[in-house]
């Protein structure tokens, strides 16, 4: 290899790693808050860690009419307090998510109706997020409140639905580790 080869070579390396540099440092890193109103994608799977609330299993239709209790949570996306409160609805899903319709609602998607129905999701929208309306199994509002609300006040209405002991009177629901499942299958 002449000289003026391995001169041009090392030229090349050299503004190789400097177009690099520059690239790495000029990027900024991916930055999502949970104490701001910017959208930085769907909450439930970047905040609350459950990516399988959104899109919901069932919509409200389906939801009464296989008379099972629903759940509506509606939300934006780029609400600090529907962010944090998305924490509070994926705990809902860990305990009921099974016996229970958990719907989120995106108020974006909303259709622009004048007139719903009670079978439609929109029908209980009342224009603040987070509002979170539990419905019973004949479809009868059994919890309707704005803002964020906290597990327990929501887990009382849950336990008289579906005839639950009072938390007082009752062991306090845990999540099963991941050996106890594991165990029951093999028994």
Do not use: H
């Not at 503004?15 to 890193?29: A, K, M, R, V, Y």
């Not at 509070?88 to 229970?100: D, H, W």
């Amino acid at each position: 290899m002449s000289s003026r080869q391995k001169l041009l070579r090392l030229f090349s390396l050299c503004l190789l790693i400097i177009c690099t540099g520059l690239f790495w440092f000029n990027s900024s890193p991916a930055m999502a808050s949970i104490d701001d109103d910017r959208y930085e994608g769907n909450i439930y799977i970047l905040y609350a860690g459950n990516g399988s609330l959104v899109p919901p299993r069932l919509n409200l239709k389906q939801s009464l009419k296989r008379e099972t209790p629903a759940i509506l949570v509606y939300y934006i996306d780029d609400s600090s307090d529907c962010k944090q409160y998305s924490f509070v609805v994926s705990r809902l899903q860990e305990f009921y998510g099974r016996a229970a319709s958990i719907i989120p609602v995106s108020v974006d998607s909303l259709a622009l109706n004048t007139q719903y129905t009670p079978q439609e999701e929109g029908y209980y929208y009342e224009g603040k997020v987070p509002q979170t309306v539990i419905l019973d199994q004949q479809g009868k509002v059994v919890f309707n409140e704005q803002g964020q609300q906290n597990y327990e006040a929501m887990d009382d209405v849950l336990r008289e639905v579906f005839d639950l002991f009072p938390r007082s009177e009752s062991e306090q629901l845990k999540r099963r580790s991941f050996n106890e499942f594991n165990a029951e299958i093999t028994d």
